[in-house]
T-cell receptor, first 114, second 116 residues
Framework: EAGVVQSPRYKIIEKKQPVAFWCNPISGHNTLYWYRQNLGQGPELLIRYENEEAVDDSQLPKDRFSAERLKGVDSTLKIQPAELGDSAVYLC????????????FGQGTRLTVV | AQSVTQLGSHVSVSEGALVLLRCNYSSSVPPYLFWYVQYPNQGLQLLLKYTTGATLVKGINGFEAEFKKSETSFHLTKPSAHMSDAAEYFCAVSRAGGTSYGKLTFGQGTILTVHP
């Protein structure tokens, strides 16, 4: 069974440019998470989906970040415009329930904003 | 609100020595507790989890952790370190109810170095 797939693995952009990350969760997992991991820190939740509904987006900077999960499967996280402080690893995870049990993580997208 | 504190951002042990990584949590309702491992340029891999029942849980690669409610701790141990254990370890907490339902909150991480 394939794990959580994220693309791209690495992305370098200039500040003020837009960027998008894509995530394909494990088949059958109804819960999808986007986390941001700054260097030397633990992951911080940006948004959590139950199927296609965003049930927790309180930590998502809505002025520049947006996310969608059409049809309750794949998800896209977008930043527009990117700032230098957005440089981080963006992790996608999925699970079968909303309790965080057995959350499986993708390899992440390392974003560098220059 | 729930939170996790990992004591010691870096731990260094010799190969064959005991590994002890400390984690304390705060939660107003019974927590679900997790330890994840992250190798360089990789995602997080679940080592073990506590939900209910037996407070001593065993995970992969010889790791185990004990949930101590009175101490609000969930320390990770391994009797004998191996070079391949060198990685960053994250403690995390989640809850089945309350305002943080479904939210997996991580500690800051502990980098484990294993010396020959």
């Amino acid at each position: 069974e394939a794990g959580v797939v994220q693309s791209p693995r690495y992305k370098i952009i200039e500040k003020k440019q837009p960027v998008a990350f894509w995530c394909n969760p494990i088949s059958g997992h109804n819960t999808l998470y986007w986390y941001r991991q700054n260097l030397g820190q633990g992951p911080e939740l940006l948004i959590r989906y139950e199927n296609e509904e965003a049930v927790d987006d309180s930590q998502l900077p809505k002025d520049r970040f947006s996310a969608e999960r059409l049809k309750g499967v794949d998800s896209t996280l977008k930043i527009q415009p990117a700032e230098l402080g957005d440089s981080a690893v963006y992790l996608c995870a999925s699970s079968t329930t909303g309790t965080g049990l057995e959350a499986f993580f993708g390899q992440g997208t390392r974003l560098t904003v220059v | 609100a729930q939170s996790v504190t990992q004591l010691g951002s870096h731990v260094s042990v010799s190969e064959g020595a005991l590994v002890l990584l400390r984690c304390n949590y705060s939660s107003s309702v019974p927590p679900y507790l997790f330890w994840y491992v992250q190798y360089p340029n990789q995602g997080l891999q679940l080592l073990l989890k506590y939900t209910t029942g037996a407070t001593l849980v065993k995970g992969i690669n010889g790791f185990e952790a004990e949930f101590k409610k009175s101490e609000t701790s969930f320390h990770l141990t391994k009797p004998s370190a191996h070079m391949s254990d060198a990685a960053e370890y994250f403690c995390a907490v989640s809850r089945a109810g309350g305002t943080s339902y479904g939210k997996l909150t991580f500690g800051q991480g502990t980098i484990l170095t294993v010396h020959p």
